[in-house]
């Protein structure tokens, strides 16, 4: 395991959720959702039950990662803000805190060894990337997983918050066979005035069960769920896409 926290200073307090039960991220990059989808919540109990390391990428708080810990997963908990990665660790017990490691890292750039984690989830961070990138990180988790390994994926869909005013051209351009119909150059196009000024990203690439579960075919995966799934409060919605595949052992 590597150390539990890669920087030393005070840990910042975790913004209120919303009345969603969703929390700011530091970064003004998106939110964490403080309950778990059902992908989110396969991952937790898998990774309780595997002998190997488990790796949960783009952790934000790190509700996922705590709730693995319980469930006795080993567990590195990965983001791209040193923030998120403090407050995680400010919110583990002594129990399991030997069972749990903090990395800050940046997808694609971040790299592990091959073999190294019996399950990886990446639960609504995909969908920040370009299509290239989204390719690159699967394939690049592929490689991390020990054989028989599984990764637990799910992305923000076309068809929720801003973005699902551009559902209809989502549609006819997966149709016409674009392999990342959901991608949105340029999101400000779809926020209000008062959001512009302070969403900190550009480009954003939502994207069904069908896209995830491509790209997790492309690479040798064995797709064995892939669905959408929506908020607790809307359980019928089309808010998430949720795909688990398995490396071959």
């Not at 590597?2 to 913004?15: K, L």
């Not at 959702?33 to 790190?62: E, K, M």
């Not at 990138?133 to 592929?142: F, G, K, P, Q």
């Not at 690439?205 to 769920?225: F, S």
Request: net charge neutral; aromatic share 6%; proline share 7%.
């Amino acid at each position: 395991m590597p150390t539990r926290d890669p920087t030393s200073s005070i840990a910042p307090a975790m913004p209120e959720a919303t009345d969603r039960g969703m929390v700011p991220t530091l970064n003004n990059k998106g939110f964490m959702s403080t309950s778990l989808d059902p992908v989110s919540a396969a991952f937790t109990i898998y990774a309780g039950q595997v002998n190997g390391l488990s790796l949960d990428l783009g952790c934000a708080y790190g509700i996922a990662s705590l709730a693995a810990v319980e469930q006795g997963a080993r567990i590195i908990a990965c983001d791209m803000d040193a923030g998120h990665v403090k407050v995680l660790l400010s919110k583990t017990t002594r129990t399991v805190s030997k069972r749990i490691a903090g990395l800050v890292a940046e997808m694609p750039k971040v790299a592990f060894r091959p073999n190294s984690f019996s399950a990886i989830l990446c639960s609504r961070a995909l969908h920040f990337l370009n299509g290239d990138d989204v390719s690159e990180t699967i394939t690049a988790m592929t490689e991390w997983l020990e054989p028989g390994g599984k990764v637990f994926l799910i992305t923000d869909t076309p068809y929720t918050g801003f973005w699902a005013r551009g559902a209809a051209a989502y549609e006819k351009r997966k149709a016409a066979g674009d392999p990342w119909p959901g991608f949105i150059p340029d999101v400000t196009i779809y926020l209000p005035d008062q959001a512009r000024s302070k969403a900190q990203l550009r480009h954003l690439n939502p994207m069904d069960p069908d896209t995830l579960a491509r790209v997790c075919k492309e690479v040798g995966l064995t797709v064995e769920h892939a669905d959408f799934s929506g908020r607790p409060d809307q359980p019928n919605s089309k808010t998430h896409a949720g795909v688990i595949a398995a490396k071959a052992s």
